[in-house]
């Protein structure tokens, strides 16, 4: 079969510093927000932390060579600030920057595009102490930390993306408080938007300077649909809509907020200057990374804050187990959603993946998980299927290459294309990694579509 993807379409996987690196604090690397809330009691499950994770920082070459063999053209990661600049600002940390000068050049000899994230939700502790995203002064921070890797690395890397789902930072790191830095606030959560898009506008600024090709943002996005045809359902989608897929995008694409924000959050909703709009919009992102997982069927919910709006499952449909649904046109959906809506940027999935229950250990050498091969498989057909009808998207990064510390749910939630061992540390591929091994190598052709 033809394949339904542009020659230059790039096929790749994804990370995050924190959730396989380990060695946090090693070679003088400064302790960060995730490391302080997993060393919390009670903050996640059975207490893990990523001390150890997936022992990528000194296993990394192994690592890279399991890219290799899969054929992949490039690899999304994310760099860890704190390794960086270990107080946030200040004494830049040399060690911890020939880290990621080693790593990218490790790919570029085996021929895989580096993908580089300034920030995956791992925020210096040390600038937390100074209010995190809380401080105006935070844009600033994290402006200087893009300059100085972008200085280091930007001769040898050309697409840069500054924030991921900074919708995760704001909601579950200051509305409910489920990941770090653990706050319940919401006179707190707009202000840690607007400082996050701030800080989006000063990183793309500082990178652009220093000589970054293109510079995007990563956000997640999920379709909210009304469970039926009532005037309250199909409200409380508006609300969920504009709460999740649009609060980032509209003020990058339009300049504002959605109105709705300031419904949902009353007068704890600020009045944002027009300059940091402007500041904003002026950074629009060269290209946009969409993370999908997963749709969502909503219903009025009136207690439930803010968006009023609750979760309600769909009989007959497959759930992962984090219990998101799978629904591959959701994905095909979003990206034209987003070609439409705001104008036709270049689109890239950079994360799309599921979990499902795999055992401990591989037995003969092989990990059986079909539910992930059935996944990814129908998800690609649904990248497919945007690119046939007009999107302009780039290339696909599976989630994740690696199990790997997956936040507050600790190790109890793979979504890897290689198993890893958490006793021994051993990587054994996944017959998902096989399935998208000849999905790269037939350049989506083996899809059959």
Known sequence: MPSPFPPSFAWGAATSAYQIEGSPLADGAGASIWHRFAHTPGRTADGATGDVACDHYRQWRGDLDLMAGLGLDAYRFSVAWGRVFPQGTGPLNPAGLAFYDRLVDGLLERGIRPFPTLYHWDLPA????RGGWLNP????WFADYADAVVRRLGDRVDAWTTLNEPWVSFHDGYVTGDLAPGHRNAFEAPRVAHHLLLAHAAGAEAARAAGAGE???VVNLTPRVPATDT???????RRADAYLNRLFLDPLFRGRYPEEMAEMFGRAWPD????????????????????YYLRETVRDAPGAWPARAETVRQPGSTYTEMGWEVHPPGLTDTLLWVAET????PLWVTENGAAFYDPPRAHSGRVHDPLRVRYLRDHVGAVGDAIARGADVRGYFAWSLLDNFEWAHGYTKRFGLVHVDYETLARTPKDSARAYAEIVRSHGAALGR
């Open 126 to 129: 040390a600038l937390d102490d």
């Open 137 to 140: 002064d935070a844009a600033g």
């Open 215 to 217: 510079v995007g943002i």
């Open 231 to 237: 005037p309250g359902d199909q409200a409380a989608a």
């Open 272 to 291: 944002f200057p027009a300059a940091d709009l402007a500041r904003i919009a002026s950074a629009r992102p060269d290209f946009v990374g969409v993370n």
């Open 342 to 345: 705001y104008g036709g940027p």
